[in-house]
Antibody, heavy 123, light 113 residues
Framework: QLQLQESGPGLVKPSETLSLTCTIS??????????WGWIRQSPGKGLEWLGS???????YYNPSLKSRVTISVDTSKNQFSLRLNSVTAADTAVYYC???????????????WGQGTLVTVSS | DIVMTQSPDSLAVSLGERATINCKSS????????????LAWYQQKPGQPPKLLIY???TRESGVPDRFSGSGSGTDFTLTISGLQAEDVAVYYC?????????FGPGTKVDIK
């Protein structure tokens, strides 16, 4: 059974960089059938897709965050990571990693989700 | 971006009765070349991540009870729960994957009357 687990700091100071890692177990990150994505959920903005990456490192970002987001993959560790820089209180949210079924370039729907991790931006 | 809206915001249904949730997209999510609607539905219970219920607007994910069904095409879609069970209390979201960025609806909360 595929499992995804987010890890990283739960508290980040304003203007600093949020860094999270998603570790995949029960499956391989190296498949052309899937992207690997980050989605966040906050009371104010609901569910927001941040971006996705393929195992071959093709990346697709939400234009609303594109200048601040970087997603990377480490196939040797079966992990992918999120970096969001210059954070503000508006970036406080539960961050989920997910497997995305590929239906087209930069498009797809998440079928497996991690449990999520709350990241609070505060000094 | 394709904007997704849902109605109602919340609804309360008696056990065993039908719950109907509507989702509307700001532009068509029907891809003419394959005649598929790029629309998915998710269920989220408190403290849990969203769970995929339906994709391609009407294809039920493996293991999802058949009381959950999806319908619609183009810009208007419906999730129906036929015979609400206590474990169906949750927030339900629609999501389009026709365009990038992927976008979600604001959610509909389903409770027991």
């Amino acid at each position: 059974q595929l499992q995804l687990q987010e890890s990283g700091p739960g508290l980040v100071k304003p203007s600093e960089t949020l860094s999270l890692t998603c570790t995949i177990s029960g499956g391989s990150i190296s498949s052309s059938s899937y992207y690997w994505g980050w989605i966040r959920q906050s009371p104010g903005k609901g569910l927001e897709w941040l971006g996705s990456i393929s195992y071959s490192e093709s990346t697709y970002y939400n234009p609303s965050l594109k200048s601040r987001v970087t997603i990377s993959v480490d196939t040797s560790k079966n992990q992918f990571s999120l970096r969001l820089n210059s954070v503000t209180a508006a970036d406080t949210a539960v961050y989920y990693c997910a497997r995305v079924i590929v239906t087209g370039t930069a498009r797809g729907f998440p079928d497996y989700w991690g449990q999520g991790t709350l990241v609070t931006v505060s000094s | 971006d394709i904007v997704m809206t849902q109605s109602p915001d919340s609804l309360a249904v008696s056990l065993g009765e039908r719950a109907t949730i509507n989702c509307k997209s700001s532009q068509s999510v029907l891809y003419s070349s394959n005649n598929k609607n790029y629309l998915a539905w998710y269920q989220q219970k408190p403290g849990q991540p969203p769970k995929l219920l339906i994709y391609w607007a009407s294809t039920r994910e493996s293991g999802v009870p058949d009381r959950f069904s999806g319908s619609g095409s183009g810009t208007d879609f419906t999730l129906t729960i036929s015979g609400l069970q206590a474990e169906d209390v949750a927030v339900y979201y629609c999501q389009q994957y026709y365009g990038s960025p992927l976008t979600f609806g604001p959610g509909t909360k389903v409770d027991i009357k």
